[in-house]
């Protein structure tokens, strides 16, 4: 049976070390790609640096020496996520902070499809909701490989309010399966290329190693 590995972890704050915003930029930048090669490093039982990377047309990165090996990372403000998986090609996650300050109303009008728009609303206006449709969503694109070429807002995830896995579809994209979980204080989605059945879809087994 296909294996997924996801790794969180959380991010030093930032703040704390006075820096000004290019160096914070930076300084994330490194760090992700620090925390990214101990992880795979780790799970490939070799050593991984930057120099083993390459990315494909649409700009998502793969490693050189191991083309049958798939991962995504994804970070926010306070956290980390990996996903690795020897058998799952189309992976992608997404990590948020659901304490993030986020103006809901503007970005669900720009990103979210109409439906999960009324759902959230349906929904009055629950905020751990609202990171559900946005984590499945990013995860789902990035799984693709085409990143945020595809407008947010012609995706519908199907998201449901109180169960965590699920399966949406688009024309250019084709169709994904997700799992989404809450951990501590965030909101983490998992999503990878599947097909319609009417037997529904089968999970992966997916472990979620959690470092927080």
Not at 23 to 28: A, D, E, G, I, L
Not at 47 to 65: H, S
Request: aromatic content about 10%; glycine content about 4%; proline content about 3%.
């Amino acid at each position: 049976m296909a294996q997924i590995r996801i790794d969180l972890q959380q991010i030093v704050q930032l703040a704390d070390l006075q820096l000004n915003r290019q160096q914070q930029v930076q300084h994330r930048k490194v760090m992700t790609a620090e925390m990214r090669n101990r992880y795979l490093s780790a799970v490939l039982e070799q050593p991984i640096q930057n120099t083993d990377f390459a990315r494909t047309e649409y700009g998502k990165p793969y490693l050189l020496e191991h083309p049958k090996f798939y991962f995504n990372h994804s970070h926010s403000q306070k956290h980390y996520a990996l996903a690795t998986s020897h058998r799952v090609a189309d992976l992608g996650v997404d990590v948020e902070d659901l304490d993030r300050v986020v103006r809901f109303a503007a970005l669900a009008q720009h990103a979210f499809h109409p439906e999960e728009i009324q759902h959230w609303r349906d929904l009055a206006e629950d905020t751990e909701y609202w990171f559900k449709v946005w984590t499945i969503k990013e995860a789902v694109l990035k799984a693709s490989g085409l990143g945020i070429r595809l407008n947010l807002h012609e995706l519908n995830t199907q998201a449901h309010a109180t169960q965590n896995s699920g399966i949406c579809s688009h024309p250019e994209l084709g169709v994904f399966a997700y799992q989404c979980y809450v951990i501590g204080k965030a909101m983490l989605s998992v999503a990878w290329r599947t097909e319609r059945s009417c037997q529904g879809f089968r999970l992966p087994v997916i472990a979620v190693h959690s470092h927080l």
